[in-house]
Protein backbone atom coordinates (compact mmCIF):
# COMPACT_ATOMS: atom_id res chain seq x y z
CA UNK A 1 0.00 0.00 0.00
CA UNK A 2 1.72 3.33 -0.94
CA UNK A 3 1.86 6.18 1.65
CA UNK A 4 -1.13 7.96 -0.26
CA UNK A 5 -3.24 5.40 0.44
CA UNK A 6 -2.77 5.06 4.08
CA UNK A 7 -2.71 8.81 4.59
CA UNK A 8 -6.13 9.18 3.25
CA UNK A 9 -7.90 6.63 5.12
CA UNK A 10 -6.69 8.07 8.68
CA UNK A 11 -9.58 10.13 9.55
CA UNK A 12 -7.07 12.23 12.06
CA UNK A 13 -4.70 13.93 9.20
CA UNK A 14 -6.78 16.68 8.31
CA UNK A 15 -5.96 17.86 4.25
CA UNK A 16 -6.60 21.27 5.27
CA UNK A 17 -5.18 24.23 6.78
CA UNK A 18 -7.64 26.38 8.88
CA UNK A 19 -6.41 30.03 9.82
CA UNK A 20 -9.75 31.83 12.66
CA UNK A 21 -10.05 35.49 13.09
CA UNK A 22 -10.58 36.93 16.29
CA UNK A 23 -11.40 39.95 18.21
CA UNK A 24 -8.21 41.84 18.67
CA UNK A 25 -7.26 45.90 18.28
CA UNK A 26 -10.98 46.75 18.15
CA UNK A 27 -11.82 44.40 15.13
CA UNK A 28 -14.41 41.36 15.51
CA UNK A 29 -13.43 37.79 14.16
CA UNK A 30 -16.14 38.94 11.64
CA UNK A 31 -14.52 42.15 10.32
CA UNK A 32 -11.05 40.71 10.30
CA UNK A 33 -12.47 37.93 8.18
CA UNK A 34 -14.08 40.60 5.75
CA UNK A 35 -10.94 42.26 5.48
CA UNK A 36 -8.90 39.08 4.93
CA UNK A 37 -11.53 38.91 2.00
CA UNK A 38 -11.30 42.42 0.62
CA UNK A 39 -7.64 42.33 0.55
CA UNK A 40 -6.94 38.45 -0.30
CA UNK A 41 -4.07 38.42 2.18
CA UNK A 42 -3.68 36.77 5.41
CA UNK A 43 -1.56 39.58 7.21
CA UNK A 44 0.91 38.50 10.23
CA UNK A 45 0.91 41.03 13.00
CA UNK A 46 1.85 39.71 15.90
CA UNK A 47 5.70 37.80 16.75
CA UNK A 48 5.35 34.06 17.63
CA UNK A 49 7.81 31.49 19.02
CA UNK A 50 11.11 30.67 20.98
CA UNK A 51 12.52 34.60 20.54
CA UNK A 52 9.09 36.30 21.38
CA UNK A 53 9.38 36.41 25.04
CA UNK A 54 12.51 37.90 24.81
CA UNK A 55 12.30 40.86 22.41
CA UNK A 56 8.97 41.75 24.34
CA UNK A 57 11.02 42.00 27.54
CA UNK A 58 13.62 43.97 25.63
CA UNK A 59 10.91 45.88 23.77
CA UNK A 60 11.81 45.04 20.59
CA UNK A 61 9.26 43.99 17.54
CA UNK A 62 11.11 42.48 14.55
CA UNK A 63 8.80 41.68 11.08
CA UNK A 64 10.62 38.52 10.68
CA UNK A 65 9.08 36.63 13.83
CA UNK A 66 5.82 37.52 12.56
CA UNK A 67 3.44 35.16 11.46
CA UNK A 68 0.85 33.51 9.48
CA UNK A 69 -0.65 30.63 12.18
CA UNK A 70 -3.25 27.92 11.18
CA UNK A 71 -4.27 24.61 12.48
CA UNK A 72 -4.50 21.46 11.00
CA UNK A 73 -7.48 20.35 12.54
CA UNK A 74 -9.90 18.24 10.56
CA UNK A 75 -12.71 20.50 9.43
CA UNK A 76 -15.26 18.32 11.60
CA UNK A 77 -13.09 19.24 14.57
CA UNK A 78 -12.63 23.20 13.95
CA UNK A 79 -15.64 23.36 16.36
CA UNK A 80 -13.89 22.42 19.24
CA UNK A 81 -11.32 24.99 18.69
CA UNK A 82 -13.98 27.70 19.44
CA UNK A 83 -14.65 26.79 22.96
CA UNK A 84 -13.41 28.17 26.05
CA UNK A 85 -10.56 26.35 27.22
CA UNK A 86 -8.60 26.62 30.18
CA UNK A 87 -4.91 28.70 30.03
CA UNK A 88 -5.36 29.97 26.75
CA UNK A 89 -5.27 33.57 26.21
CA UNK A 90 -6.95 33.98 22.32
CA UNK A 91 -10.75 33.21 21.71
CA UNK A 92 -10.95 32.34 18.25
CA UNK A 93 -14.91 32.89 16.46
CA UNK A 94 -16.48 31.14 14.22
CA UNK A 95 -14.60 32.74 11.29
CA UNK A 96 -11.97 32.17 9.04
CA UNK A 97 -10.43 30.64 5.87
CA UNK A 98 -9.38 27.64 5.01
CA UNK A 99 -7.19 25.57 1.83
CA UNK A 100 -5.38 22.41 1.04
CA UNK A 101 -2.59 21.47 3.30
CA UNK A 102 -0.33 20.81 -0.16
CA UNK A 103 -0.82 24.29 -1.12
CA UNK A 104 -0.21 25.52 2.04
CA UNK A 105 3.13 23.92 2.04
CA UNK A 106 4.07 25.29 -1.39
CA UNK A 107 3.31 28.64 -0.29
CA UNK A 108 5.63 28.04 2.56
CA UNK A 109 3.78 27.18 5.23
CA UNK A 110 5.56 24.86 7.87
CA UNK A 111 4.30 22.92 10.80
CA UNK A 112 5.40 23.98 14.27
CA UNK A 113 8.17 22.38 16.09
CA UNK A 114 6.86 21.36 19.59
CA UNK A 115 10.27 21.05 22.41
CA UNK A 116 8.85 20.20 25.71
CA UNK A 117 9.98 22.23 28.36
CA UNK A 118 9.11 19.60 31.61
CA UNK A 119 11.59 19.70 34.27
CA UNK A 120 14.40 17.28 33.36
CA UNK A 121 13.32 17.00 29.42
CA UNK A 122 14.71 20.51 28.59
CA UNK A 123 17.82 19.50 26.78
CA UNK A 124 16.40 20.06 23.61
CA UNK A 125 15.01 24.29 24.49
CA UNK A 126 18.46 24.63 26.07
CA UNK A 127 20.97 25.04 23.05
CA UNK A 128 17.99 26.91 21.08
CA UNK A 129 18.19 29.13 24.68
CA UNK A 130 21.63 30.00 23.92
CA UNK A 131 21.42 30.24 19.93
CA UNK A 132 18.92 32.79 20.67
CA UNK A 133 20.97 34.43 23.39
CA UNK A 134 24.41 34.64 21.63
CA UNK A 135 21.99 36.26 18.35
CA UNK A 136 20.24 39.03 21.05
CA UNK A 137 23.75 39.86 22.56
CA UNK A 138 25.18 40.61 18.69
CA UNK A 139 22.74 43.43 18.65
CA UNK A 140 22.02 41.54 14.88
CA UNK A 141 19.21 39.19 15.96
CA UNK A 142 17.82 39.96 12.54
CA UNK A 143 20.38 38.15 10.16
CA UNK A 144 21.09 35.23 12.13
CA UNK A 145 20.02 31.67 10.91
CA UNK A 146 17.93 31.12 14.57
CA UNK A 147 15.78 34.15 13.85
CA UNK A 148 14.82 31.82 10.28
CA UNK A 149 13.74 28.98 12.57
CA UNK A 150 12.57 30.65 15.54
CA UNK A 151 8.91 31.73 14.86
CA UNK A 152 8.59 28.15 13.80
CA UNK A 153 9.68 26.93 17.45
CA UNK A 154 7.22 26.70 20.73
CA UNK A 155 7.82 25.00 23.95
CA UNK A 156 5.48 22.43 25.64
CA UNK A 157 5.49 21.28 29.22
CA UNK A 158 4.08 21.55 32.81
CA UNK A 159 6.15 21.90 36.06
CA UNK A 160 4.67 21.63 39.69
CA UNK A 161 6.07 23.02 42.70
CA UNK A 162 7.29 21.32 45.46
CA UNK A 163 3.84 21.32 47.34
CA UNK A 164 2.24 20.03 44.04
CA UNK A 165 0.85 23.82 42.95
CA UNK A 166 1.39 24.45 39.22
CA UNK A 167 3.91 26.43 38.69
CA UNK A 168 2.96 26.80 34.57
CA UNK A 169 1.23 24.68 32.01
CA UNK A 170 2.32 25.58 28.33
CA UNK A 171 0.38 22.58 26.72
CA UNK A 172 -0.94 23.36 22.88
CA UNK A 173 0.60 20.88 21.04
CA UNK A 174 -2.86 19.48 20.20
CA UNK A 175 -3.79 22.76 18.36
CA UNK A 176 -1.61 21.30 15.23
CA UNK A 177 -0.36 24.67 14.39
CA UNK A 178 1.42 25.36 10.92
CA UNK A 179 3.16 28.93 10.45
CA UNK A 180 4.31 31.32 8.17
CA UNK A 181 6.88 34.01 8.58
CA UNK A 182 5.25 37.27 6.99
CA UNK A 183 1.88 38.13 4.95
CA UNK A 184 0.57 35.44 2.76
CA UNK A 185 -1.33 35.99 0.12
CA UNK A 186 -4.23 33.65 -0.25
CA UNK A 187 -4.39 31.03 -3.22
CA UNK A 188 -6.74 31.10 -6.28
CA UNK A 189 -9.68 29.19 -4.32
CA UNK A 190 -10.66 28.80 -0.54
CA UNK A 191 -13.09 27.49 1.67
CA UNK A 192 -14.59 30.29 3.58
CA UNK A 193 -15.65 29.88 7.44
CA UNK A 194 -18.46 31.70 8.85
CA UNK A 195 -21.90 31.10 10.00
CA UNK A 196 -24.37 29.82 7.93
CA UNK A 197 -26.68 32.98 8.60
CA UNK A 198 -24.18 34.59 7.36
CA UNK A 199 -23.04 32.85 3.94
CA UNK A 200 -24.39 35.57 1.78
CA UNK A 201 -22.90 38.60 2.66
CA UNK A 202 -19.85 36.92 2.49
CA UNK A 203 -20.84 35.77 -0.74
CA UNK A 204 -21.33 39.17 -1.81
CA UNK A 205 -17.74 40.30 -0.32
CA UNK A 206 -16.22 37.37 -2.08
CA UNK A 207 -18.44 38.34 -5.38
CA UNK A 208 -16.76 42.11 -5.08
CA UNK A 209 -13.38 41.25 -4.84
CA UNK A 210 -11.17 42.79 -8.00
CA UNK A 211 -9.98 39.06 -8.58
CA UNK A 212 -13.27 37.02 -7.86
CA UNK A 213 -11.59 34.55 -5.87
CA UNK A 214 -13.26 30.97 -5.50
CA UNK A 215 -14.67 30.52 -2.32
CA UNK A 216 -17.13 27.59 -1.07
CA UNK A 217 -18.83 28.56 2.53
CA UNK A 218 -18.76 25.97 5.59
CA UNK A 219 -20.39 26.85 8.94
CA UNK A 220 -17.56 25.68 11.33
CA UNK A 221 -20.09 24.38 13.87
CA UNK A 222 -21.31 21.69 11.18
CA UNK A 223 -20.66 18.07 11.24
CA UNK A 224 -18.40 15.97 9.09
CA UNK A 225 -21.89 14.84 6.83
CA UNK A 226 -22.92 18.38 6.23
CA UNK A 227 -18.94 19.46 5.20
CA UNK A 228 -18.35 16.78 2.59
CA UNK A 229 -22.37 17.69 1.30
CA UNK A 230 -21.47 21.61 0.98
CA UNK A 231 -17.84 20.73 -0.52
CA UNK A 232 -19.97 18.22 -3.12
CA UNK A 233 -21.71 21.25 -3.86
CA UNK A 234 -25.11 20.81 -2.82
CA UNK A 235 -27.20 23.40 -1.09
CA UNK A 236 -28.75 23.32 2.33
CA UNK A 237 -32.00 22.20 0.88
CA UNK A 238 -30.14 19.23 -0.65
CA UNK A 239 -28.69 17.97 1.79
CA UNK A 240 -31.11 18.48 4.44
CA UNK A 241 -32.58 14.52 5.78
CA UNK A 242 -35.62 16.03 7.38
Keep these: MEAREVIARRSDLSTFLVHLTRTSDGQSGKDRLKSIIESWTLEAHSMFGAAKQRLNDAGVVLESQKCVCFTETPLEYVHLLLQ???????????????????????????????????????????PVNQLLDQA?????????PIARLAPLIEQMGTRRNADGTLAYRKEFWWEREWRRAGNLGLPDRIIVLCPEVEFAEFQEAVAAHPLFGNATFVEPRWGLEQIISRLAGFDAEDSDIL
Design 84 to 126: QIDNRQVQFEPYGVAFPKKIGRAMGVNPVWYIDITPGHDWLMG
Design 136 to 144: IASMDLAQT
